[in-house]
Structure formats: structure tokens, C-alpha cells
T-cell receptor, first 113, second 110 residues
Framework: KAGVTQTPRYLIKTRGQQVTLSCSPI?????VSWYQQTPGQGLQFLFE???????NKGNFPGRFSGRQFSNSRSEMNVSTLELGDSALYLC????????????FGPGTRLTVL | QQQVKQSPQSLIVQKGGISIINCAYE??????FPWYQQFPGKGPALLIA?????SEKKEGRFTISFNKSAKQFSLHIMDSQPGDSATYFC?????????FGAGTRLTVKP
């Protein structure tokens, strides 16, 4: 069974731009969660989607948004990028909700210049 | 508000030794406590998890000890191996929230 895949793996953007990251969950998994990982703040929960609906949201500004498609694939968008958005963005999937075993992807390393 | 405190920040252990990482939480509504292992360039992987109705769970060389009254839990790695060198994160979850500890970088020296 293929694992969670994230594209792209690396991304360089400049301040003010927007970016879209993609996550394909494990086949059969309906929940996708997004996390931001930085050396200073550690792992922080962004949001969770389940059956195309946002189920939970972390404490991030509205510049961070996401969506989930009918095939459970998910995208995360960050608008008006700031230097502080530089981070590893991780996606995790689980078969029901994020509060069961989650399987993480390798992440997308975003650098904002 | 730091809801999950993890210690130590880094740990160096000799091969064959015991590695112990601790986490403390504040929110008694958490009901699922996993530990994740992360290697450089990889996403975290679930190592072992416990629910608060048991005080200990063992899987191979990995054991979680859970103290509900103290709101603390710990990961014990027995017979630590160089391949265990990674960053370990504790987490606390319930249906509405998920918080991670800051991580512990474990180095096992051969």
C-alpha cells in the first residue's frame, strides 16, 4: 500500500506570494490533517479535513486555508506569504478521524525569501 | 499556553542503555497519548500509543508508562541502539484537539 505522498517536496517563494501544497492520503483514508513544523514552535496542528469538510482548525491566521476533494486528496493554501511561514508542512492521513493512528507524509519544505 | 511539556530536549545514551523521555500535560480531557519517532528528512511515524485506562503499554523494546493523577507519561527505550537515534515527540489528543511536545533529540552512541 502506498504511503502518504506530498508534492512538491521543496518550494522556494518570496514574501507576498501565495503557495498551494498537495497531499494524497493512503488509499481508503478519509481524514487528512495538516501540520506546520518549525525549530522554534515544533509541530503545530493547522487543520483537519474529513469527507471534504473541515472538522477542526488550529490557531493559525486566515491566510492558511485548505480543502479536501471527493477522492480524499487535500490541498493547503497559504496566501500573502511571510518570512515566518518558512517551515516543513506535514500532512497526515487516517481512516476515520485524526484521533486514530495517523500516517505522516515526508512533508513539503517551504522557504520564504 | 504550553499544554504539553516534554523533557529532556536532547539525550545521549550509550548503546544498550535505557532512554527515558518524559511528557506532562495540563488538559485532563486528552484521552489518547501517542509517541512519534522522526528521522531527518522524514515525517513522524507512530511508535506506540496509550489510552488513560491503562498505566503501562509495552511493544518490543518500547514502553509507555502513564500516570493519570500526575498527568504525566514517559517513553522508555530498552537496550537502545544507534538506529534509535532520532527525534521523539509525545502528543496528547482528544476529539477536538491535538498537541505535540517540543521533541527530544536522542543520540545513541555505539
Amino acid at each position: 500500500k502506498a504511503g502518504v505522498t506530498q508534492t512538491p517536496r521543496y518550494l522556494i517563494k518570496t514574501r507576498g506570494q501565495q503557495v498551494t501544497l498537495s497531499c494524497s492520503p493512503i488509499s481508503g483514508h478519509r481524514s487528512v490533517s495538516w501540520y506546520q513544523q518549525t525549530p522554534g514552535q515544533g509541530l503545530q496542528f493547522l487543520f483537519e479535513y474529513f469527507s471534504e469538510t473541515q472538522r477542526n482548525k488550529g490557531n493559525f491566521p486566515g491566510r492558511f486555508s485548505g480543502r479536501q476533494f471527493s477522492n480524499s486528496r487535500s490541498e493547503m493554501n497559504v496566501s500573502t506569504l511571510e518570512l515566518g511561514d518558512s517551515a516543513l508542512y506535514l500532512c497526515a492521513s487516517s481512516w476515520s478521524t485524526s484521533y486514530n493512528e495517523q500516517f505522516f507524509g515526508p512533508g513539503t519544505r517551504l522557504t520564504v525569501l | 499556553q504550553q499544554q504539553v511539556k516534554q523533557s529532556p530536549q536532547s539525550l545521549i545514551v550509550q548503546k544498550g542503555g535505557i532512554s527515558i523521555i518524559n511528557c506532562a500535560y495540563e488538559n485532563t480531557a486528552f484521552d489518547y497519548f501517542p509517541w512519534y519517532q522522526q528521522f531527518p528528512g522524514k515525517g513522524p511515524a507512530l511508535l506506540i500509543a496509550i489510552r488513560p485506562d491503562v498505566s503501562e503499554k509495552k511493544e518490543g523494546r518500547f514502553t509507555i508508562s502513564f500516570n493519570k493523577s500526575a498527568k504525566q507519561f514517559s517513553l522508555h527505550i530498552m537496550d537502545s541502539q544507534p538506529g534509535d537515534s532520532a527525534t521523539y515527540f509525545c502528543a496528547c489528543q482528544n476529539n477536538n484537539d491535538m498537541r505535540f511536545g517540543a521533541g527530544t533529540r536522542l543520540t545513541v552512541k555505539p
